[in-house]
Every structure is written in C-alpha cells, then in structure tokens.
C-alpha cells in the first residue's frame, strides 16, 4: 500500500506544479484592501471565500487504494476468476441437455437409456456448477473480509501518524464512518466483483446459444439490452451523486451525534436538549430526502432489469414468427431459449445492483484515499540527539497550528539542562501548551527546530484516562514492579482514593474518567507518567485540579528537588506561584515569545513582567503563603501532613462517581482531632493504610464494575420485532406491496402456460397454414403478460420505498428522542461506541440493508411457489417428490438460521469495542505519541480486530455449508424431474417436458437465494432489535411538567433544601446524605461543541449580537474573539480543540453571564487560568452578580474569601457553615486548610 501510495503522491505533485506554472502569472491579491470594511462584509467575503474553496476539489493522491488491494490479493483473484470461469461455463451446459430431453420426448423411437443418461448429466452438470459456485464463494467472502481488515488497520495506523492539520478535517464520527460504514462498502463489492466479468460472459455466450436456435432473430432483442445500457448509465451516475451527497449528511450526523454523547452532562446541565435534536433531525430529515430519492431512481432501475429478460424474449419470439411465415416456434426451440433468457436474467438483474456496489465503493474508495493519502506528522523538525549536552534545545524554533494561521510560538531561543526543573509560566493564551505541544511534534514547524536527548513523558492539560482499571492506566503497558507501584501512588496521593474505591486499584474506569473526578484524572496521569521512569517530562498545569494542600504534597513527592523525578529534567506549565522559588529556571512567554527567563530570584530583580505578576499574585495570598513556600521545610510537611488522606473520601462508593473536589471534602481527620492535638502526618498514615488487602479479595466489589457488557439477544428474533418494524413501515403499504408482488407471480406463471400452449399449436398447424390472426394473438397476449409484471414490480418497489422512508425515520426518531432522555447513569456506563453503533452501523442497516433484503425474500418465495406450482400442474406426480425435498430443506434452514443470527450478533458485539477503542485512542493521540506506544495501540486495535474476524469468518462458513445443501436439495428437483419426465415419457410430450423442466433448473438458484435472504433478514431484523433495544432505555422525568413556574422563576436566588438525599445510581451508597445544590452551572470540564461561537454561547437564539459582545467582554474573551477573522461566526472544532483550556473555560463562564441566572454555580471555573484573568473573573462575578446568589466550588481558597458564608462538607454531611471571619476566629477544619493556604484572616486576601 505505501508503494502505492508514494506513486500517486509523485502523481499529485507533478499535477501541482503544473498548474503553479500556468498560475504563476496570476497576480498577488492586495493585503490591504478589506482593512476599512465593517467587520459584517469581511465575515461574508470570508465565508463565500470559504465556499468558493471547498467547491474546489481538493488535491490528494488518487487512484492508488484499488491498485495496492490488487497487488495484494491478486492470487486469490486468480483463483477464484478460475472456479467462476469453469461455473459459468457449465450454466450453459444444461439447456443443452434440456434441449436432448425434449427431442428424446418428441421421438418415441429414442432409447430409454439415452433419457436417464440425460437426466444424470443434467444432475452431475448441476453438482460440479454448486460445487465450483461455492468454493468461488467462500474465497471472494474471505477476501471481502481481509479487504474490510487491511482498511480498518489502515485508518487506524493513518489517525495514528496523522497531522494535527489534516486531523482536523476530520472529527471522530467521520473517522468512526471511514472504518465501519466505507470499510463495509468495499467489502461488499469485493464479495461480487467479478460478477462484473462473469455478467458479460453470460450475456455473450447467452446471445452465442439464442443465435443458435432463433438465427438473426435474436439481434432483435440484443437491441433492447445495448439500448437500456445508457438509460441504466444516466441513472447510475445520478445515484452516486445523491450517495455522495447521503455520505456527507451521515458524517455530519455522527459528528453531531458524537458531540451530543460527549457533552452530554452539559446538555443536561443547560436544557439544550431539544436544540440539538432539531439539528440531529433536520440532517436526518435531508438524509431521509436523498434516500427516497435514491430508492425511486432504483425503482426505475429494477423495472427496467425486470422488463429487459421479458422484452428480449417477447421480442425475440415476435421477430422470429414474424420475419418469415416458415418459422414455427416449437417446443424445443422456445423452452431452450426461455431457459436461456432465465440464465440471462441473473447477469442483468445482478448488474445494476453491481453497478450501484460499485458506486457506492468507489465513494468509499474517494474518502480513503483522501483520508489515507493525507499528510503525516512531520516531525523533522523534532531531532533526537543522544551525544547532546543539553537535554531540549530550541533553536530559533517557530511553529504554527495551520500553515495558512500566524505562527503560536515564535523565535524561541532555549536550552534545557539534563535534571533541571523549568516552570514556563504566562497569561491564558500565551502559547504554554502550544511550546510543550511543540516539542511533541504536535505542531507545523515554520522554522528552527527542537533537539531532544532521551525519551519523553507527557501529561497533559485535560487528563486521558482509558477504560479500564486504574492499574491498568497507570502501567501503561509496561512490566508491573510492586515496589515502584506503591511509590508513585503514594506520591501522587493516590492511596486515600484506593480505600474507598470499590475494587482499590482494580476499580474500572469508564470512558474518559468518567467516573473520576478532575483531580483523580489528573493524579492518574502524572502517575502514568512517573511510573514509565523516562528522561523527559513535560508537565502541563498537572497541578490545576487539585487542592493547594495535595498539589503540595505532590510537588514535594514527585516534582520536587526531592520527588521521584529528581534528577529527570522536567518542564512544568504552571499557574500556581508558590513552587516557583524552587525552580531551577522559570521561562515567562507572552504572545508565543519568550518574555524573560532566568531563576527565581533573576527575574524579581529584573522586576519585568514576572514581578509584575508576582506582586498580583501576594497581594491575594498574602505573606504567610511566602512564608510557607520559602520555609519548605519537612517539618512543616509532617505537622499539618497536607491531609490528603481525606481528600474526596465520603465513606461511601459513590465516591466513584464525578465528585467536586472542593477543598471542603477533606477536612474530616482534622475536625475529629482539632482540639489542639497534634496531627498525625499523611505520611504516617499513608504507611499504615494497607492497600494491598482490597488486592486480596479478587472477588467483585459492588459498584467496582462500572461498563455493563453489551446485552445480546439470544435465539429467534422476537416476533415483536418483525411486528415492531411492519408497522412502522405501515400495514397497508405492506398489503398492498405483496399484493403487487403476487399480481407479478400470477402474470408470470400464466406467460409460461400460454408459452407452453403457443409452442403446441407446432403440432396443429405446419409452417405453410399457420394462421396470421393465431400468431398475432399468441404474441399479443404473450407481451402484454411480460409487460404487465413489469408495471407490477415497479409499483411494489415505488410503494414500498415510501414505506421503508417512513420506518427509517420514525426508528430514528424514537432512537435519538429516547438515548436524550436517557439518565446520567446510562451514559455512565455505557461506552460511547456503543450508542454511536447504533446510530451509524445499525440505522445504516435499517436505510439501506433490510428493505432490499425484504423484497428480495418476498420476490423469491413467490417465485419457488410458482414453480412448484407449475410443475404439480404438468406432472401431479411431482407433489410426492415435493413433500421430502420440503422437510430437509426446512430443517436445514432452520438449523443454519439460528447459527447465522446469532453469528451475526457475535459480529455486531465484537465491533462495537473496536470503535469504542479507536474513539478513545484519537482523543489521546498526543500521549499515545509523546510515550512512543503507536505499536502497542495497534497491536491491541489488531487483536480486537481479530476477535471480530472470528466471528465474520465462522458466519462466511457457516453460508457455504448451508449453500451447498440447499444447491443439492435444488439439483434433486431438477435430477426427480427429469426422471420424471423419462419415466412418464408416453403420456407426456415435449412442451410439457420444456415447461417443467425449464422452471425446474431456475429454482436451484431461487431457492439459494431465499435461504441467503431469509438470513439476511434475520440478521438485519437484529438491527432494528438493537435500535428497540435502546428505545426502552428507562427515560428520566419529562423535560417540561404541566405544573409551571411562573415565567420570571426564580425572581429571588433562595434555595431552600429539606433533608434531600441523593446516589449516583442505585446500587452505590448516598453521596449526600441531607443537602445539595441543583442549579444551572459553570462546568469544570469546559465543553464546546463544534460550530460557530454564537451557537455555543447560545444555541436556541435567544439573545442578540450586542448581549453576546458584552457577555464575552464581562467574561474577557471581546479582544480575543474581535481578533478572529470570523468574530462570531468562527468555527469551533470538535470539542474545542482549536482553544486553549483556558479560553474554553472563560467561554462556558460567557455562557453562564448571558444567561443572568438568579443563581451561579461556578465549579473550579477558573482552574486553567492564570491568576491575573481569575482576578479579573472575580471582580466581574461581584459586580454582575451582586443581586446574585452565587455558590463557588474552588481549589484556590482566596477566591472564596470574600464569600457571605462558606459551608465544608464531608462525606455528604455539613461539618461547618458560617461566614469566613466566624470560621477563620474558631479552630476547625477551615481554620487549618485556611491556615495552610497561608490565609491568616479576610483581609489578607483582598480583590
């Protein structure tokens, strides 16, 4: 694939400079043309710009993917063209001996023996075709299968290299689609690509053996099919371009979808339910359009494949009786041909469905080239250098996010040496995490570069925790060493939380920490990263979500001159001021330059921008915080043990779940003993917490299993299910749709007796007085029967195409109303993957799948009724052979179906951890990259690969034992009827014999095809089973109650409670245990959603420009957002990740002013901002919110101080309440966090 790659890649840029030679006379635009215009003109021209440049096709490699897939699997292309060939060969062999049969009828004189001889051949012809036919079955499915794996494979290890640039383009759910949707696409049509070559042949060799029997006559209805050809071409072509149109509709879907179950807390938070559904449903609506428009150019299609066999013949049979009155049609020449035209009928109806596959594919196959052709990280600019005396160096290193963007870090001189601890510090937005992001190879490098000597560890911002059990995360993939282990949990404070864990360290942790408060997630992290032992560690703000106490504790232990990581050279992003004596070097950066750097006390005397910031920073926390930070001193340290022993311990399971860590929680040790006594150190009692017991009892602790196993049905299909999807689709569409179909088969056994009676009339009348009128009739009525099943099919098809629209959309729509409704506690414990399975693998199913599988059975089960019919109608007898055939084919179904169903709900289970596992690992790109663990993610995207092969490998298998089978059951039909027809031979003649037979060698196929489309269903049907799944999800309250507040509710800001008491989910034990709050909030994790800045700020449009303006001034973020080229209307990628986490932050803050709420909940609101913005944020909180009641929940005490009242909880239960001067006047547990934060009274921190 690489070779391949790198061709179309030389393609493309030859391609590029040819065209930057014809352009090259093209004049440069001026730059300072559009400086006057209003900001709303330049917002246009920029998004008609925008327009304008993604109508351009976009230049990657092309035409490469198909070539690599040949080169690869060309051998077992080759072998399976071989058993196709000598198939096809063979189909033809048995009108031929149909054709003996009839002249063996016709002659009496004829040998008897020369009758079974016949009939043998024809059941031996019949076997080596089965034979063949399923061995070429079984390699294309196997190779279809190893073509949907080396995709897979493929856009895993691509997102794994991916540019940050490219990455963007595409956001998990478009990626998701890649590997499930366009993965499955190219499947398909590898299972039948070479019925593309094996339809012409048939076509060829069909007109070669009609020429044979009708002469030029023929060349009649050849004409039909070489005039549909086009028409079939111009509605083809209008398919892809609505598929390509559905695909993009679908990505936009997902994208949403994935938003929606990322955010989901917050659209809960915000009521902004129904504004994301609309959207969900307005794409869904376009979808739905593009659909029904899809299914009628099909049904246009599927008229014209069914009338093509009946026009051929029709007209074939007209031209040879009417171009010359010698020509009679007997019944050998009518019945070989009929069985001719049936043969022709599979290529031509199988055709256009190829041609739609092939479509379809090669949409697939235009996205993955794009996605697999686009560029790779380029990380040359990154050199790693093992002679190097300094540990990093920047050299003039400048980098970017976007080429097209100005430069984040610029010009930037450094030098690291080995061992030494670096703080970079500086305003939000400054470049801090862009110049760690750097020096990961994360960003575009303009110029300059970085060189590195050692291998690097990463902990970033926003914590990446895996699913799975924290052990599991902290390892990391690497050897367990006991000793180390508790080590670095006792460093980074993590034994108090193993205590209460259900499970210690083997509790599992849902998807992305779920639930794990922000300060677990960020202690789990930095312990990943201090376990691996590396050269390099870049920290980012690791500090930010926990308490002053415990972010003590592990600067002390871990980062520290004396922490575990002494002598690694360690570069920490910080915001808190009080580590910085102890730096070796602290870097200032300002506007992604290098402000000032120098040590601690360098930088006081230079008294620049960082004794600017210093004298903010004491004027809040006054001197005792020097005092501490300066003093440093063990003592200290054992004294007032920085009781992280307590941190977030409510003695109850529920600790397990999202809990604030307020730097109330842990107080509790302190109050039981604060009578004066001494405390006892954390380190003390962390020695005698004896963590290894919860590892001794294996057995699962309740609550420490968070992920439910996926539930799968067992057994048959619940008829419900059936039920369930008929009547969305609508009873009387049904009625009417089998009507039509039944309509068809009636027409079609009537054209083969009329057929039968035109060629006996070869007996009556002799060539020279064949009546003109006789002939006129027997045509006549001939065509208008073949025409009239046509029109029936075409209305089936057109009626039944608004039925599956309309079970499309209300599947759906019950789908996403009901998955909203859903409670917290499902989202908790249920991996995103799996819902998103649903909406994209399974609603797919139920668009595309189930209805062509679903006329498909309807057409072939009336088909094998009415050729039983026609043969008990000529030979009564055959009944008897009827009944045995009957039972071993009924009981074959009926033992492979159950196998099939539930293989294929293995298949649909097995697939949803490879989504869910690739989901997680692009959102943790950048430390999968910063550790170097590309390999071990692949080899576990691999194994879950492997374990869904499994599954589809036994399905394939289990296909081809029931095909065979049934093939035999088809050829006894046929070998019974043949001997029949030998046996009977006095009593019947040869029309009889032609329409038996003729019929009988088409239902082998038939009845093939109605077992594949019986299990089709019953695989597809579980589609709809998992989507009526999800639709019973218990659903919380209404979202609006008859019983209304008034519309200005709530006009005061009281909130009373009343002994309230409230768990995370039933099974885990009360988290509050007589208080809370439930207000409208600020969130800790600051979630965006992808589309502008407008929709985030406000999604419904409830306010106008001029209040969003002064609500983003009030949350200081109005220069920031008038600096964007789209103000307003700029795009926020998925999940905010073209803004830092501070401005997400200071925007979700925006979000909560433009809501003037009565009451504020501000949770850890400003943790990733400097301290400069959080003063500024708390001057705005007062004054806007004077008339307020406002509840803060906050790591930096300072900004509570000027709080009316201040309440500590502990284990859900309030252990004090009272104003700060009242708390700060009595020896509590305020009074002693209070006192460590260096807060002595009220005034010693002033705004």
């Known amino acids: 694939m690489k070779s391949e790659l790198q061709k179309a890649r030389r393609a493309l840029q030859r391609r590029q400079q040819k065209r930057s030679q014809q352009n090259s006379g093209a004049r440069l635009p001026g730059l300072n043309k559009n400086q006057s215009q209003s900001q709303d003109v330049l917002v246009l021209e920029e998004v008609k710009k925008k327009k304008k440049k993604s109508e351009t096709k976009e230049d990657v490699p092309k035409s490469w993917l198909i070539k690599a897939l040949f080169k690869t699997f060309y051998m077992v292309l080759l072998k399976s063209f071989l058993l196709k060939l000598i198939h096809d060969v063979f189909i033809f062999v048995s009108p031929q001996l149909l054709k003996w049969l009839i002249s063996f009828a016709n002659d009496r004189d004829t040998y008897l023996w020369t009758g079974y001889l016949c009939a043998i051949l024809l059941f031996a012809a019949a076997l080596i075709q089965s034979f063949c036919l399923q061995s070429y079955f079984e390699l294309c499915f196997k190779l279809g299968m190893t073509v949907r794996t080396t995709i897979m494979a493929s856009v895993y290890k691509k997102a794994l290299t991916l540019s940050n640039l490219a990455r963007k383009k595409y956001t998990v759910g478009e990626t998701v689609n890649l590997m499930s949707v366009d993965a499955q696409k190219l499947m398909d049509v590898t299972n039948f690509i070479h019925q593309l070559w094996s339809s012409v042949l048939q076509i060829v060799l069909s007109i070669f053996f009609l020429w044979r029997e009708l002469g030029p006559s023929v060349l009649a209805g050849v004409g039909v099919m ?51 559904r609309d959207q969900v449903h307005n794409l869904r609506k376009k979808e739905l359009k593009n659909l029904l428009a899809f299914s009628q150019i099909q049904c246009v299609v599927v008229f014209i494949l069914h009338l093509t066999p009946v026009l051929v013949s029709v007209i074939t049979f007209s031209v040879y009786v009417l171009v010359d009155s010698s020509n009679i049609l007997d019944a050998q020449k009518a019945f070989t041909s009929i069985t001719v035209f049936n043969i022709l009928r599979f290529p031509l109806s199988t055709l256009p469905m190829m041609i739609t596959s092939m479509l379809q594919a090669s949409v697939s196959t235009e996205r993955l080239e794009k996605y697999l052709g686009g560029d790779d990280l380029d990380t040359s600019a990154i050199r790693h250098d093992c002679s190097s005396d300094k540990a990093v160096q920047f050299s003039e290193a400048t980098f970017t996010w976007e080429r097209d963007l100005e430069a984040t870090i610029r010009d930037v001189n450094l030098d690291i040496m080995p061992g030494q601890l670096v703080a970079v510090v500086g305003t939000v937005g400054s470049g801090k995490s862009s110049l760690i992001s750097a020096m990961l190879g994360e960003m575009e490098n303009v110029h300059g570069h970085i060189t590195i000597k050692g291998t690097t560890a990463y902990v970033p911002q926003q914590s990446w925790i895996q699913n799975g059990t924290i052990k599991d995360n902290i390892l990391f993939g690497a050897e367990l060493d006991e000793k180390r282990y508790q080590q670095v949990l006792e460093a980074c404070a993590l034994l108090p939380d193993l205590e209460i864990l259900p499970g210690g360290d083997l509790a599992e942790i849902g998807e992305k920490g779920i639930n794990l408060s922000g300060g677990q997630k960020q202690r789990i992290s930095l312990a990943r990263a201090t376990y691996q032992n590396l050269d390099i560690y870049l920290l980012d703000d690791p500090l930010s979500a926990v308490d002053a106490h415990v972010g003590k504790h592990i600067f002390n232990k871990v980062l520290g001159p004396n922490g575990l990581l002494k002598g690694k050279t360690r570069l920490l992003v910080t915001h808190s001021m009080h580590f910085l004596p102890h730096m070796d070097e602290i870097v200032v950066l300002g506007n992604g330059t290098i402000v000032e750097k120098g040590s601690y006390s360098d ?151 009329w057929l039968s009676a035109w060629t006996s009339d070869s007996k009556t009348f002799n060539s020279t007085n064949y009546p003109a009128s006789q002939r006129d009739m027997r045509v006549g009525v001939y065509g208008a029967l073949g025409l009239s099943q046509g029109i029936c099919i075409f209305i089936a098809h057109f009626w039944s195409a608004y039925g599956f629209n309309h079970a499309s959309n209300i599947l759906h729509k019950q789908l996403l109303n009901n998955i909203l409704r859903a409670p917290m506690r499902f989202f908790d414990t249920t991996p995103t993957g799996r819902i998103v399975n649903r909406f994209a693998g399974d609603i797919s199913t139920v668009d595309d799948t189930l209805p062509m599988s679903l006329r498909s059975w309807i057409l072939c089960f009336l088909g094998i009724i009415s050729t039983l019919v026609m043969i008990c109608m000529a030979t009564p007898i055959f009944a008897i052979v009827i009944i045995p055939l009957g039972i071993i084919y009924a009981a074959v179904q009926m033992f492979y179906v159950s196998t099939s169903r539930q293989l294929r709900r293995l298949d649909s289970v097995t697939r949803s951890p490879i989504y869910s596992h690739f989901s997680e690992t692009v959102s943790g790109l950048p430390v999968i990259r910063a550790f170097e663990h590309q390999q071990r993610f692949l080899k576990h995207n691999e194994m879950r690969t492997d374990t ?136 800790k994790d600051p ?147 209070a006192k460590e934060a260096g807060i002595e009274n009220v005034n010693s921190t002033e705004f």
């Open 948 to 1083: 869904n092969q499994k599954c589809v490998c036994s399905w394939i298998i289990s296909n081809r034992w029931l095909a065979i089978r049934l093939e035999l059951v088809g050829n006894l039909i046929v070998f019974f009827s043949a001997l029949m027809m030998v046996i009977y031979r006095d009593t019947i003649t040869g029309d009889t014999v032609g329409f038996v037979l003729s019929n009988a060698l088409n239902i082998t196929q038939t009845l093939n095809w109605l077992v594949r489309m019986t299990s089709e269903i019953e695989t597809n049907i579980v589609a709809v089973e998992r989507i009526t799944e999800y639709t019973k999800v218990e659903n919380e309250a209404p979202w609006v109650t008859d019983k209304r507040p008034p519309p200005d509710w709530p006009s005061k800001g009281n909130i009373q409670f009343s002994n309230y008491q409230v768990r995370y989910r039933p099974e885990l034990d009360l988290v509050l245990k007589g208080i809370t709050c439930d207000i409208s909030s600020m969130e």
């Open 226 to 276: 070489v005039l549909v050809i086009p028409i079939n071409g111009i509605l083809s072509t209008k398919s892809k371009a609505i598929q390509v149109k559905n695909m993009n509709n679908k990505d936009k879907r997902l994208r949403i979808m994935n938003e929606i179950l990322s955010g989901i807390k917050i659209l809960k938070y915000f009521a902004w339910e129904p504004s994301f």
């Open 1087 to 1233: 979630i965006l959603f992808s589309g502008s800045l407008r929709m985030n700020l406000d999604p419904f449009n409830n306010y106008s420009d001029e209040e969003i303006w002064k609500a983003l001034e009030l949350a200081h973020l109005k220069s920031f957002v008038a600096g964007l080229q789209l103000g307003l209307s700029h795009e926020v990628t998925e999940g905010g990740g073209n803004l830092s986490i501070g401005q997400r932050q200071l925007l979700c803050l925006g979000r909560a002013l433009l809501r003037k709420s009565k009451i504020l909940v501000l949770d850890e609101a400003t943790a990733a901002v400097d301290l400069e913005t959080d003063n500024l944020i708390q001057t705005t909180i007062q004054n806007e919110f004077a008339h307020c009641t406002v509840i803060t929940i906050a790591h930096r005490l300072h900004t509570i101080m000027d709080c009316d009242k201040i309440m500590v909880l502990d284990s859900g239960k309030i252990v004090e309440y009272g104003s700060p001067e009242e708390l700060l006047q009595t020896p509590g547990p305020f009074y002693l966090m």
């Open 603 to 753: 930088l006081l005397a230079k008294k620049g921008e960082f004794a600017k910031n210093l004298k903010t920073f004491l004027k809040h926390t006054g001197p005792e915080e020097e005092a501490t930070v300066h003093d440093g001193s063990e003592e200290e340290d054992d004294d007032y043990g920085l009781i992280s022993s307590v941190e977030e311990i409510p003695e109850d399971a529920a600790s397990i779940i999202i809990r604030r860590e307020n730097s109330f929680h842990r107080t509790l040790s302190r109050s039981s003993r604060s009578s004066g006594r001494h405390l006892k150190s954390l380190k003390n009692s962390l020695k005698t917490r004896n963590v290894k017991s919860l590892k001794e009892d294996e057995e699962l602790v309740k609550g420490q299993k968070l992920i439910k196993k996926e539930f799968m049905e067992t057994g048959k299909v619940k008829f419900s299910i059936y039920l369930a999807y008929l009547r969305a689709i609508g009873l009387f569409s049904i009625f009417f749709t089998i009507l039509m179909f039944v309509m068809n088969s009636v027409a079609f056994i009537g054209s083969n007796i």
